[in-house]
């Protein structure tokens, strides 16, 4: 299947290494895109991509090849959830809803209407297939989502025996808590993955341009301190740098410049942080030929940030956003971003 797939996410080998305290990690989720029936009927003439950490923002120009119309199924997969049990936390924009990160589509400027279908999993560390358990929580009246409030509650609602049931099957991890200074309790943290997503029929008109736009709100990853320009960073970690976000020696530079910076212009305490943006493209390429023409723009957000990303013939467009245009583009990796933040404490 062509598959266009914006995404926002944390990086785990941030979240192992000794400058970033787990306590310390915001975990993120990668959203998913544009999920066409593999077909070489219908190319992609141009993608538009706009990056932040407030919004993501993509438009797609299709092309119908040929002299038919032709329909097809459209799907946008959202990001997987998974409860991670003791220490998890996901940022999520919209918890209550299923439309958890505010995901809209427009289709030649109008809003289009999709389906939902959402599916709960237990994943297995020994190869073994997955195991679905969507009617299973269900009929117990769960939430599928296993990182909100409501579903804690839910469970916590359920006999004994079932709650125990749920934890022998490992669904459920039991742990005690104490967050409001009246004692432990029991809890019940949910370790089941949620996969959901949106889907419409769709029809390409012979001949004929589509303009679809996907906007919604991210779900980001970062860091409450800063990792990047530390002087305990080490060999094994600055590689991970370079790698993911092509932190060069200027960069590099700054960041340890801003890492020793206590105060700003004006005296006032800095409060510094990392975030962390990607852009999961690798993944598409069943279209017909290449994205005809590309263009990335990434907006830091506050002239303050540093921000560091790979990609070719980067400029600067404004006080906060870069962008790069690239025809013919062939992903060969995911666009991943890195912002270094730092502003007054309040």
């Known amino acids: ?39 070489d009927k219908i190319a992609l003439v141009s993608e538009d991509l706009y990056l932040s ?5 993509i438009t797609y120009r299709f092309r119908n090849l040929t002299n038919a119309d032709y329909e097809g199924v459209v799907a946008f997969p959202m990001p997987d959830i998974t409860g991670d049990g003791p220490g998890g936390i996901t940022d999520i924009p919209d918890p209550a809803s299923d439309n958890f990160l505010k995901f809209t589509t427009k289709v030649d400027g109008k809003p289009v ?7 709960a999993f237990m994943k297995t560390d020994d190869g073994k297939p997955e195991t679905e358990i969507t009617d299973r929580l269900k009929a117990l009246k769960v939430p599928l989502l296993p990182t909100v409030e409501a579903t804690e509650k839910a469970i916590a609602a359920l006999s004994e025996a079932d709650r125990k049931a749920l934890a022998d099957a490992d669904i459920v991890y039991p742990d005690t808590y104490n967050a409001d200074g009246k004692g432990e309790r ?3 943290m949910p ?8 889907w419409r029929k769709q029809v ?5 341009d589509l ?27 600055q590689r991970h740098y370079l790698k993911t976000f092509c932190t060069d020696a200027a960069f590099t530079k700054a960041a340890e410049a801003l890492y020793r910076r206590e105060k700003d212009d004006a005296g006032k305490q800095l409060v510094k942080y990392e975030q962390y943006l990607s ?20 907006d830091k957000g506050d002239p303050r940030t540093l921000v560091s990303f790979c990609g070719e013939g980067v400029k600067k467009i404004g006080p906060t956003s870069f962008e790069m245009v690239v025809k013919n583009y062939v992903p060969k990796a995911d666009i991943n971003v890195l912002l270094l933040v730092s502003e007054e404490m309040k």
Not at 279 to 298: E, K, Q
């Open 1 to 39: 299947m062509p598959r266009f797939i914006p995404a926002l996410a944390v990086f785990a080998a941030l979240l192992a290494s000794p400058a970033a305290r787990a306590d310390d990690t915001l975990a993120s989720l990668d959203a998913g895109g544009l999920v066409l029936a593999k077909t």
């Open 53 to 57: 950490i407030k919004a993501v923002q």
């Open 113 to 119: 209407d999709s389906q939902v279908e959402q599916r």
């Open 186 to 188: 029991q809890v019940y």
């Open 191 to 198: 370790l089941w993955t949620l996969r959901s997503k949106f």
């Open 204 to 208: 390409f008109p012979a001949g004929k």
């Open 211 to 237: 303009i679809v736009q996907q906007d919604y709100v991210p779900s980001h990853g970062g860091v409450s301190s800063l990792v990047f320009g530390s002087p305990d960073l080490d060999a094994q970690q």
């Open 279 to 298: 852009y999961v493209i690798t993944s598409g390429g069943n279209w017909a030929g290449p994205i005809g023409d590309f263009r990335l723009v990434v």
